[in-house]
């Protein structure tokens, strides 16, 4: 217990990150969208420390869905740094270790721990963060509620989330973490794993690729995501823009894209004839079509070659910060002029007025 008079009552210390999180727990209820609040709560209660648990249990005995499971989860935490120190000692024991190498073992195994609590600490934080933006959007605080997260996926989740300690990947995790809150499904256990062993130099590789990509997103139907070749990108055609062969073949190798470079899709409903185009391109975070002066028939395809995702790399391209390539967009709205075909981003899609 602190001997500070104006410590808080919980224990954490003020002005720290700790103290922080948890002001930023203790108003989750207005904070976070209506039908995710459920599973905010129950991927926070799992992921985060006691500081945060103790307002996530207050919260739940308010809306009368108490449980237990935070305090025993603190409890374990607890229990399980004094049964390290207590292996440490014994071992240290009965291999005739002296007692100082058995205390430094358990240190650093406790250490280990209380690094990780702080890793998950931080990642939750970015998802809160990235929660509230959505509670601006009236769609996300009055649809339906959403589908319960996955105990497994959180499980998962924990234990490849907990030794990530960079900036960057923080951040790529407590949105991975916010989209599955919001939508469970949305990032497979697999994704996880991809991306937990994403070294930096191909999460800067992944983030041009992503950049550079256009995107065909229609619900229940496909999603396709690529970049348009405008040659061979085998053969080094987007080489200009930093994604040389050499570079693919480090993407291909982190399971983010597909190895054959040169795949096509069929994007003929992303032709808009007479002003309307059935389906709209999402390239650099904005709706594009492609305007044709002639009338094209119902079988007549647009094949569009380029470095296709897989699906862990679609499931990813959501959270990438996109960042402009005006070189590489000049050169995309040449390629389609020479087919006689306008990219633009003046766009009508069925519903929706031009922007």
């Not at 030794?163 to 973490?177: D, H, K, T, V, Y």
């Not at 975070?285 to 007549?300: A, C, H, I, R």
Request: glycine content about 8%.
């Amino acid at each position: 217990m602190s001997d500070d008079p104006d410590a808080p009552e919980d224990g954490t210390d003020a002005g720290s990150p700790l103290s922080a999180l948890v002001d930023l727990a203790g108003d989750l209820v207005t904070g976070i969208p209506a039908p995710i609040r459920k599973n905010a709560f129950k991927a926070f209660a799992q992921l985060c420390t006691a500081g945060v648990e103790h307002y996530v249990t207050r919260i739940r005995q308010a809306t009368a869905d108490v449980r237990n499971e935070t305090a025993e989860r603190y409890a374990e935490s607890q229990e399980r740094i004094r049964l390290i120190k207590a292996s440490g000692r014994r071992i240290g024991k009965q291999l005739e270790f002296d007692p100082a190498y058995a205390r430094a073992a358990g240190n650093q195994f406790a250490a280990k721990i209380i690094r990780e609590r702080l890793n998950l600490d931080e990642i939750a934080s970015i998802a809160d963060a990235n929660l509230r933006n959505a509670a601006t959007n009236p769609m996300d605080e009055n649809g339906p509620e959403a589908a319960p997260i996955s105990d497994d996926w959180l499980n998962v989740f924990e234990n490849d989330a907990a030794p990530i300690s960079s900036e960057q990947m923080q951040r790529a995790f407590g949105r991975i973490l916010a989209g599955e809150i919001r939508r469970p499904g949305s990032f497979s256990i697999r994704t996880i794993k991809l991306i937990a062993q994403l070294d930096n130099q191909a999460a800067d590789y992944f983030q041009l690729l992503c950049s550079l990509s256009i995107s065909n997103r229609m619900p229940g139907r496909h999603f396709d995501a690529r970049v348009v070749s405008m040659g061979s990108a085998a053969g080094n055609s987007l080489q200009k823009y930093g994604l040389g062969f050499g570079q693919l073949n480090i993407l291909e190798q982190a399971g983010m894209i597909i190895s054959d470079y040169n795949s096509f899709m069929n994007y003929r409903g992303t032709v808009a004839y007479g002003g309307v185009a059935s389906e709209a391109i999402t390239y650099q975070n904005k709706l594009w079509v492609l305007k044709s002066e002639v009338e094209w028939t119902d079988d007549k395809a647009l094949h569009i070659n380029g470095v296709g995702f897989t699906q862990s790399g679609k499931e990813l391209l959501s959270i990438v910060d996109i960042t402009a390539h005006d070189d590489y967009t000049a050169d995309l709205i040449e390629f389609f002029a020479k087919q006689k075909l306008e990219f633009t981003d003046k766009v009508r899609t069925p519903g929706t007025n031009p922007q």
